[in-house]
């Protein structure tokens, strides 16, 4: 039972390169959320999917798109980086809405 | 609106001596109120959380927190800090019904020898 895996753990990219963060959860949970960590900001909702099939955009959603591809996975995608994007990404599952989240390791992005 | 202000960014306490980290919160209906430590370059683990039942939390490794609606505090303590305690907290907040989760800015726990 790994629960909450992401890949991968570092990340360097030039300004205008795409890439996708992949995640992943074996806990069979309904709601999965991408979230982005600033040095004293706390952590910042990007996108969210209530359930499979589903996805709404949280906080800062400018310059990310997700997939829920199934139950258990949930990409986010940066189509074009840029150095404000330079960040530590972090991917969290929950049973459902307002319930427990249970975090990824984190995915450490630089753009230069 | 929902908002979460932790009170101290950083804390210091001697090993042994006890832990007080504040959280105050503001929501308009129920909320859902959590804490949760990250060690360095480590994803975030939970330690307890508040779901309208006793108003006295218990967490892992000794942690506790207190909801204290009339205050809108739910202040995470420890009796005696630990070394391995040193990490970085953080006070989170969710509405009832909602996918949202907000977030404090986070208080860093150092733990001198």
């Known amino acids: ?112 | 609106a929902q908002s979460v202000t932790q009170l101290d960014s950083h804390v210091s306490v001697s090993e042994g001596t006890p832990v007080l980290l504040r959280c105050n919160y503001s929501s308009s209906y129920s909320p859902s109120l959590f804490w949760y430590v990250q060690h360095p370059n480590k994803g975030l683990q939970l330690l307890l959380k508040y779901t309208s039942a006793a108003t006295l939390v218990k967490g892992i490794n000794g942690f506790e927190a207190e909801f204290k609606k009339s205050e809108t505090s739910f202040h995470l303590t420890k009796p005696s800090a630990h070394m391995s305690d040193a990490a970085e907290y953080f006070c989170v907040v969710s509405e009832a019904g909602t996918y949202k989760y907000i977030f404090g800015t986070g208080t860093r726990l150092k733990v001198l020898a």
């Open chain 1, 1 to 112: 039972n790994a629960g909450v895996t992401q890949t991968p753990k570092f990340q360097v990219l030039k300004t205008g390169q795409s890439m996708t963060l992949q995640c992943a959860q074996d806990m069979n949970h309904n709601s999965m959320y991408w979230y982005r960590q600033d040095p004293g900001m706390g952590l910042r909702l990007i996108y969210y999917s209530a359930s499979e099939g589903t996805t709404d955009k949280g906080e800062v959603p400018n310059g990310y798109n997700v997939s829920r591809l199934n139950k258990r996975e949930f990409s986010l995608r940066l189509e074009s980086a840029a150095p404000s994007q330079t960040s530590v990404y972090f991917c969290a599952s929950s049973p459902t809405r307002g319930d427990t989240q249970y975090f990824g390791p984190g995915t450490r992005l630089t753009v230069l």
